[in-house]
């Protein structure tokens, strides 16, 4: 069964820089991969998408390898209000089939 | 309007009981989806609609039924649900019915919470 893992968790302070990583080694080949910020009790909220290379937004940049089996998340000078769970989401082969799988998220705290 | 809107937010039932969840998006929108979340888990894909029509069904059992009435609502019937299916449900949409697709990401509504006694 194809797996598409985070970090747990992450702790970070005010003002730095933080990097999430994604691992999807079994990617589908055309799919993109998005990401998604959710605060508790809340729906998850689209924060960035890409295909390959770097993405950058307003609120963060992508980056996707060569291989795109893995994607980082980087979110610059995070503030309180960035305490939140990420997931990472992608298509992934399943059998024959294209399944569209979260990643099993990063809880990201950020302390004073 | 960028914004999913469901109801209830909250609901409470017995294992016998029948009630729908309904979802709703006015951004011309043509895929919807339901999801499923449990405590501290990342969300499950239960269903895809597309243009009206179901075109995925994550293998989801039959006491749930969704219903794509028009391009803009979205139900999800439930009827004699276990304890084990309390869980946040989630309705998203997007442009098309593949969010894997560049520019093509979900929009999530905040959920109803269901809780099966």
């Known amino acids: 069964l194809a797996k598409t893992t985070q970090p747990i968790s992450m702790d970070s302070y005010e003002g730095q820089e933080v990097n999430i990583t994604c691992s999807h080694n079994?990617?589908?080949?055309?799919?993109?991969i998005t990401w998604y910020q959710q605060f508790p009790s809340q729906g998850p909220r689209f924060i960035i998408q890409?295909?390959?290379t770097k993405v950058t937004n307003e609120v963060a940049s992508l980056f996707i390898p060569v291989d795109r089996k893995s994607s980082t998340l980087s979110l610059p000078r995070v503030s309180l209000s960035d305490t939140a769970v990420y997931y990472c989401l992608v298509g992934v082969h399943s059998g024959s089939a294209r399944q569209l799988t979260f990643g099993s998220g990063t809880q990201l705290t950020v302390l004073p | 309007d960028t914004e999913v809107t469901q109801t209830p937010k909250h609901l409470v039932m017995g294992m016998t009981n029948k009630k729908s969840l309904k979802c709703e998006q006015h951004?011309?929108?043509?895929?919807m989806y339901w999801y499923k979340q449990k405590a501290k888990k990342p969300p499950e894909l239960m269903f895809v609609?597309?243009?009206?029509?179901?075109?995925i069904n994550e293998s989801v059992p039959s006491r749930f039924s969704p219903e794509c009435p028009n391009s803009s609502l979205l139900n999800l019937h439930l009827h004699a649900l276990q304890p084990e299916d309390s869980a946040l449900y989630l309705c998203?949409?997007?442009?098309?019915?593949?969010?894997?697709?560049?520019?093509?990401?979900?929009?999530f509504g905040p959920g109803t919470r269901l809780t099966v006694l």
């Open positions: 951004m011309g929108h043509r895929a």
């Open positions: 609609y597309s243009y009206e029509k179901l075109s």
């Open positions: 998203a949409s997007s442009q098309e019915g593949w969010p894997g697709t560049g520019g093509n990401e979900q929009f």
């Open positions: 079994n990617i589908a080949t055309n799919d993109y």
């Open positions: 890409g295909y390959k």
